[in-house]
């Protein structure tokens, strides 16, 4: 098992560290963070392939800021950064004795079991040239003169031919995967599920038939010949047959399918393919090109996967992050002190893999935050926060997620471990002491903040709109077919907590009404406080 890695200089990475769950690793980041770049180092580390570090080139690898800052500020020769990847193991797959991976050659000196990449500048070899350069009035960077290394945390050198290690990987990329190859694979797996003696057999009948077509060819269909070369149908042996295969799925030919389904299947031939030795899979985005309901069939294909391997899928869905158990994601690119949700109570965790339509991935993303909890706060929110801060809430990394009432302290649990700076606007429910004060007392914090109106006669969001805005509603917002009122119209007949009403149309309404330019609408005052206090303006 990879316990961890660390990563020096590498891409988007000064100095990272990022701990592993024995299991499953959900890597889930904003665009551009590094996601994929973690992948690609831990491929590159237990590969030990120094073709695929010259394809993707030094330049590439290292990281921008750091060349930069040297050619800037620094240029000597004894300061040419280097760039490290470390991979940490756990027991479980290592063998010191006979692949020496156990020693104290790594940054932390500590003797452990694990792989080191390594490209720094070799002076021994190259001084004067790399000096030369260094020289220039406008010098570049001396990428031509770096080595790449790979060793064991044992001070042994590893290639691909030569590994030092037992790890095996598979590496699933539907950013990019070849889907002709995918389903090729989706085939040839079909036929590999028969028996051996099923296959051989198999095999050998389409080896006759292929020596009797040959002579037959001559016998019937052939006009001329040649006595020296004759054409013959290739005799395949049990693999190339195999690959000669197709298939159909309702008269369809697979090749035909669309994207999504490509990418199920392709999926899924690489995990049922993987053989017994690989430990650990990368997936790149498993969610591309998938619908709904193919997200689900996806996850089902995951979770039914060889629990011994381990696991790590880079994506940006909430399904995946929230269905396949949020104590398993790593936060990539994230200003919070905390990089994974571990300490999550199990309880929370497995609400989130049953609560429909969830945005907590969403959340944890998010810089900051407010939590609603029904369709008319959040057709409403946006507009109100940009009344009160004449910008978009996103402008200001502030995310509005509706999530319902009840569900507010399953977020709050996520947000006390990341330390986010949350707003929760809800309802008093008649009750403001108990339902605001004594009800969210453990989750308050310098970060965390509970917005409700105080009157206890206010006790729902649409009561408070009218009472801030009686006059606007019982003349400009109410129509003819209103016959009891605007309020009874939003919350239904003389305010019954049990009598539903029209919130969400009413909602929609008051929106194309503030969006034609309403300048007397007043905000409720705990709806301001809210806004202002997740985003203060010295922010």
């Known amino acids: 098992m990879i316990k961890k890695i660390k990563l020096n200089n590498y891409k988007k990475f000064k100095k990272s560290e990022f701990v592993f769950n024995a299991g499953r690793n959900i890597l889930v980041g904003e665009n551009g963070v590094g996601k994929s770049s973690v992948l690609q180092a831990i491929s590159l580390v237990l590969s030990g392939s120094y073709s695929r570090i010259e394809s993707i080139g030094l330049e590439s690898l290292f990281n921008v800021e750091v060349i930069s800052n040297f050619l800037v500020n620094s240029q000597k020769i004894e300061e040419l950064p280097e760039l490290i990847v470390e991979l940490y193991f756990s027991e479980k797959y290592s063998d010191s004795a006979s692949y020496d991976i156990n020693g104290k050659y790594n940054t932390e000196r500590i003797e452990c079991d694990g792989l080191q990449l390594k490209i720094s500048a070799d002076c021994e070899e190259y001084f004067d040239e790399i000096s030369e350069v260094l020289s220039h009035d406008e010098p570049s960077f001396p990428f031509d003169y770096y080595k790449v290394e790979f060793t064991t945390f044992g001070n042994k050198s590893y290639n691909t031919y030569k590994k030092r290690h037992k790890i095996k990987h598979s590496t699933i990329d539907t950013t990019s995967m070849n889907q002709t190859i995918a389903t090729k694979n989706y085939v040839s797996q079909l036929f590999v599920n028969q028996s051996g003696k099923q296959r051989q057999k ?213 947000a006390k471990i990341l330390d986010k700076r949350v707003a929760v606007i809800t309802d008093n429910d008649s009750d403001f002491e108990k339902n605001i004060t004594e009800s969210y007392k453990d989750f308050r914090n310098t970060n965390i903040e509970i917005f409700s109106d105080r009157n206890d006669e206010n006790w729902t969001f649409e009561v408070c709109l009218y009472n801030t805005n009686k006059i606007f509603y019982d003349t400009t917002f109410k129509t003819g077919h209103m016959i009891n009122g605007a309020l009874e119209y939003m919350i239904g007949k003389a305010g019954s907590k049990s009598s539903k009403g029209n919130k969400a149309e009413a909602a929609f309404r008051l929106l194309e009404i503030l969006e034609n330019g309403l300048e007397k609408f007043v905000i409720p005052g705990y709806i301001r406080e809210a806004v202002e206090w997740v985003n203060p303006k010295n922010d």
Request: a negative charge.
């Open 202 to 414: 198999i095999s050998h009948e389409f080896r006759e038939l292929s020596k009797n077509f040959s002579q037959k060819m001559y016998d019937e269909y052939m006009e001329t010949s040649d006595d020296e070369y004759r054409l013959k149908v290739k005799n395949a042996t049990e693999k190339h047959f195999s690959d000669m295969l197709t298939a159909h799925k309702n008269e369809i030919s697979i090749e035909n399918l669309g994207l999504g389904e490509r990418v199920l299947l392709g999926v899924k031939s690489s995990l049922d393919s993987a053989d017994e030795d690989v430990q650990v899979v990368l997936v790149e985005e498993p969610e591309n090109h998938l619908s709904y309901l193919n997200m689900h069939k996806l996850i089902e294909i995951i979770e039914g996967g060889d629990n011994s391997k381990q696991m790590f899928i880079a994506t940006h869905s909430n399904m995946i992050a929230s269905r396949l158990e949020l104590k398993n994601i790593i936060l990539i690119g994230s200003d919070a002190k905390k990089t994974d949700l571990t300490e999550l109570t199990a309880e929370t965790s497995r609400f989130f893999t049953k609560a429909p339509n969830s945005n907590v991935l969403n959340f944890i993303l998010a810089k900051k935050a407010i939590l609603i909890e029904g369709d008319a706060e959040y057709i409403l929110l946006e507009k109100f926060y940009e009344m009160i801060r004449e910008d978009k809430p996103f402008a200001d990394d502030v995310a509005i997620i509706s999530c319902g009432g009840k569900s507010f302290k399953r977020y709050l649990e996520i």
